[in-house]
């Protein structure tokens, strides 16, 4: 058996075997961070190297370090990190540590740039894409406004946004997340930076927007001969992308070694893990298919949205779901997926009447209740319960967990009284796999898995026959989505649930669901049994969807 606990080399089992110009060699990077009650050690002693025109990867799960590292890179740490005396980083033969900060500004964007996670919450608001592009390359050329804005056009161009000279006046807001991505990315490369970072470029996106964008990163490298960072938990978008792997945990490398050799053969049992947390198995056989716990005939969600000037208004009708019809049987998982904007989430919301249909009927358990108003829904609200894709934005942060699991039994009054409702909020709990010494905590203090944990929770208090799972295992890591999806199986198996499973990940839904509904602009394009649908797709659009899911390929 390997010995886990045994130091790992801080040099790569490559270095100069390929005949690669070095271009940044980073060094025992150890970061601390002030916080209440003494200090965290984020990232102890991470060595990397990385040559001209190649991918490494940062692979590891949530808080292992893997961005933290590479804002050390970067110096974009908070003021209260401190990067500890002993961090070596050399870029291009320059040291990085000793740099002041105008150096770095220098360094920043020209010799290295970065595309972060989330470009919502890095492009500004206020002001107009052109000018965001603008304003990074007149940090570094000596242009005018023109000649700075055709650079930006052919930015846009070459990150294949459509449009390119229309989308330099709009606003942030008004690009889908996908087209975010790409300004991100034509920002990053306004300069022909040597080194591009790419923080989890691709966590949010689904499958075909992913592979697009992953394809392109990888061309415009090729194109300029740039070496990339990939910080990612996909392991399929690592397999398929880097050349070489480091595997962080707990802020430390536990392991390293050529893309194909660490897959192959993984020494650190965290490594094994990791690898064996891919989404696998499949439902579990259904028993009796007779009752029919939801059904929809016909039904239509329809916005009516304006387009056009202030005094020449045009408006018209978009059909977010086109007349669809749908049957979920008791005990079964049907999943419904698709590219954002496809209709999934407005679909599964007019089923259970969180909104409303604008034509059809609707059935739950035999009963009809697509003409019911809000107050004739409440006696049916505790039997179907929802599971949101955030459960930051989902959980009140200013309620404790008992408080929050708590609410849902006070408003369908059931539990006698505060004894009995705590009673079942620590059976709720237990039955999520969480820990009942946690009532008076708040979300702020959990993970993005414990906080779906709490969620499902929520959810299962109420003891309902149906749940309808929006996305729930979007943003978590894979192992924390293989907890998440064994224990979707446990309480279907335990508590005879029924799930409607909204998703774009397909190997969650393989994993997950019985059948599966494929969804694209309002329609349904294909359906049937999840073993013919994602190993024999009968439509373009779903070899599409699922050739970018198992393979990475555009």
């Known amino acids: 058996m390997t010995d886990t606990n045994l130091p790992v080399s801080n040099t790569r089992h490559d270095l100069g075997s390929h005949g690669r110009e070095l271009i940044l060699d980073a060094r025992n990077i150890a970061v601390d961070f002030k916080v209440e009650g003494g200090i965290v050690h984020a990232v102890r002693d991470v060595s990397f190297q990385l040559h001209k025109g190649e991918t490494i990867a940062l692979v590891g799960e949530s808080g292992s370090g893997k961005s933290v590292t590479a804002r050390a890179l970067m110096k974009l740490l908070t003021k209260r990190a401190t990067i500890a005396p002993q961090t070596q980083i050399t870029l291009s033969g320059q040291d990085i540590v000793k740099m002041g900060d105008n150096e770095m500004r220098k360094l920043r964007g020209n010799d290295i740039a970065m595309i972060f996670q989330e470009p919502m919450s890095s492009l500004n608001p206020v002001y107009t894409i052109g000018q965001q592009i603008c304003e990074v390359i007149h940090l570094h050329n000596k242009m005018n406004r023109r000649q700075a804005m055709e650079k930006a056009r052919d930015l846009l161009e070459e990150v294949q946004i459509p449009d390119p000279g229309a989308r330099l006046m709009q606003y942030p807001h008004q690009l889908s997340g996908g087209q975010r991505q790409r300004v991100m990315i034509a920002m990053a490369l ?49 397999r398929q992308f880097s050349e070489y792997v480091y595997v962080m945990q707990n802020g430390r490398v536990q392991e390293h070694n050529a893309t194909e050799a660490l897959f192959a053969n993984p ?96 059935y739950f ?106 996305e729930p295992t979007s943003a978590l890591d894979l192992s924390v989505q293989a907890q998440i999806i064994d224990l979707l199986r446990k309480l279907q198996d335990e508590k005879g649930l029924s799930y409607l499973f909204i998703s774009h990940d397909l190997k969650v839904v393989r994993a997950l669901c019985h059948r599966v509904m494929v969804m694209q602009n309002g329609k349904i394009v294909e359906q049937g049994p999840v073993s013919e649908v994602l190993t024999n797709p009968q439509t373009d659009y779903t070899k599409r969807l699922v050739r970018a899911a198992f393979e990475i390929a555009a």
């Open 190 to 238: 306004a300069n022909r930076p040597d080194v591009l970072i790419a923080d989890e470029p691709t966590t949010a996106l689904d499958v075909t927007v992913q592979a697009q964008i992953l394809n392109l990163i990888k061309d415009l490298k090729d194109k300029y001969g740039m070496a990339v960072i990939l910080i990612t938990h996909d392991l399929t978008v690592v």
């Open 267 to 362: 020494t650190h049992a965290y490594t094994k893990h990791l690898l064996a947390s891919e989404p696998k198995g499949t439902a579990n056989p259904l028993g009796d298919m007779s009752q029919t716990m939801l059904e929809g005939k016909n039904v239509k969600v329809a916005f009516t949205l304006k387009r056009g000037g202030f005094f020449k208004p045009d408006f018209f009708e978009l059909r977010a779901v086109d007349n669809l019809d749908i049957k979920l049987q008791r005990h079964e998982t049907l999943g419904i997926v698709g590219e954002s904007g496809s209709g999934k989430t407005t679909f599964g919301q007019a089923l259970i009447r969180l909104i409303n249909n604008q034509g059809g009927e609707i």
């Open 365 to 470: 358990d035999g009963e009809r209740i697509d003409n019911k108003d809000r107050q004739q829904m409440r006696p049916l609200r505790s039997r179907m319960q929802i599971v949101f894709q955030d459960p930051f934005s989902s959980l009140n942060p200013r309620m404790s967990i008992r408080q929050i699991i708590e609410e849902g039994l006070i408003v369908n009054n059931i539990g006698a009284n505060r004894t009995e409702r705590g009673d079942r909020v620590r059976q709720a709990l237990h039955d999520s796999g969480m820990p009942d010494t946690i009532l008076n905590r708040f979300p702020h203090e959990f993970s993005g898995g414990q906080r779906q944990r709490i969620a499902i929770a929520r959810a299962i208090a109420l003891e309902p026959e149906f749940i309808l799972l929006d």
